[in-house]
C-alpha cells in the first residue's frame, strides 16, 4: 500500500454530518489511503465504528478529556465491554481518544481535575487489559501523561500508541518515545509563529513521527481566519483529513526531506504504533 494515513481525525464529528461520504472521497482522490477515527464519548462508539467500516479506515474507542464532565463511572464498564466485544474486529486499533486536558480552566479544578485523571488511569488500565495501544490527547499535560503510563505499565508493560497533537519539550518527547509512542503532528506546524513544535518536527528522529489532521479541529494555517477576519464575514475553513498531503509538504519543507520519503516513513512509523492498522490498512488498499 502506498499513500497517506491520517492518524487522527474525528469524521463522527457533526461539522461532517451533512457529507462525510464526500469529505472522505475527496481526502481518498488526495492520496490519503486510511484514517483513525478516535471516539471521544460512549454515545459515539457505534457511529464510529460504523464509519470506519463504510470507508475501510480504523477506529479507537475511549473517553476524552472534555467529555470527562458528562461521563459515568458506568461508562467505563460500557468501555471495557465494547472493547471485549470488538476484540477480533481489525478495524479497532486503539483505546482513544483519552488523556488529560490542563488547558480548559474548569478541568484544572477541582473536581473536574481529579475526575479526569481517574478516567485517564482507569482507561489506560482497560488498554493493557484488552492488549491495545492508546492514542492520548496531550494538552499541556504531558508529565501527568508520562506519570501515569509508569504507573499502570508497572511490572515490564510496553506500551505503544500515539501522544496526539504534541507540543511539550524535546525532554518530554524523548520520554514518550521511550516508552514506546509515536508522536502526531498536524495543522499547528504550518503556523510560523509555532516556533518550538517547528523545531521538534525537524530535530526529532523521523522514525518518531506520524501525522494527523485532526479534523475538524486543528485547521492549517490556511484554513484560518483571526478574529478581525471572521467579524468582517470571512468564515473559518473546514479541516478535512484531505489538508493532511498539504500539511506534510510544510514538514518535508521543514526536514529537507522527499516526500515520496516522508509518506512512506510515516506510514510505516504509524502502523508500529497502531500495529492493527498492517491488516486494517492492507483491507482498505
Excluded at 475501510?56 to 472493547?83: E, N, T
Excluded at 486536558?101 to 473536574?112: I, K, M, R
Excluded at 506534510?248 to 529537507?256: I, K, M, S
Aim: charged residues 20%; hydrophobic residues 45%.
Amino acid at each position: 500500500m502506498t499513500g497517506w494515513i491520517d492518524t487522527h481525525c474525528h469524521l463522527d464529528a457533526p461539522e461532517f454530518a451533512a457529507d462525510v461520504a464526500e469529505v472522505r472521497e475527496r481526502a481518498r482522490q488526495r492520496g490519503v489511503v486510511h484514517c483513525v477515527l478516535p471516539a471521544v464519548q460512549v454515545a459515539h462508539f457505534e457511529a464510529t465504528r460504523a464509519l470506519a467500516h463504510q470507508f475501510g479506515d480504523s477506529y479507537a474507542l475511549g473517553i476524552h478529556p472534555l467529555y470527562v464532565k458528562d461521563a459515568l463511572d458506568a461508562d467505563l464498564a460500557r468501555l471495557d465491554a465494547a472493547l471485549a466485544e470488538h476484540r477480533d474486529d481489525p478495524r479497532l486499533v486503539a483505546v482513544g481518544e483519552i488523556g488529560l486536558d490542563y488547558f480548559v480552566p474548569e478541568l484544572c479544578a477541582s473536581p473536574l481535575r481529579e475526575r479526569q485523571e481517574y478516567f485517564y488511569v482507569e482507561q489506560l488500565k482497560l488498554a493493557r487489559k484488552h492488549g491495545l495501544p492508546v492514542i492520548l490527547h496531550v494538552r499541556r499535560s504531558a508529565d501527568m501523561l508520562l506519570k501515569g503510563l509508569r504507573a499502570v505499565g508497572q511490572g515490564g508493560h510496553r506500551w505503544s500508541g500515539i501522544a496526539h497533537a504534541f507540543n511539550g519539550s524535546l525532554q518530554q518527547a524523548q520520554a514518550f518515545i521511550d516508552l514506546g509512542f509515536k508522536l502526531g503532528f498536524g495543522g499547528a506546524l504550518t503556523y510560523e509563529r509555532a516556533q518550538n513544535l517547528r523545531r521538534l518536527a525537524t530535530e526529532l528522529p523521523l522514525e518518531a513521527l506520524v501525522l494527523e489532521t485532526d479534523a475538524p479541529d486543528m485547521p492549517p494555517h490556511w484554513l484560518y481566519a483571526t478574529a478581525g477576519q471572521r467579524a468582517a464575514g470571512q468564515a473559518q475553513g473546514r479541516n478535512e483529513p484531505g489538508e493532511l498531503p498539504r500539511i506534510a509538504e510544510v514538514l518535508a519543507g521543514l526536514r529537507g526531506l522527499n516526500l515520496a520519503a516522508l509518506e512512506q516513513q510515516t506510514r510505516e512509523n504509524s502502523k508500529v504504533a497502531l500495529p492493527r492498522l498492517q491488516v486494517a490498512s492492507a483491507s482498505s488498499a
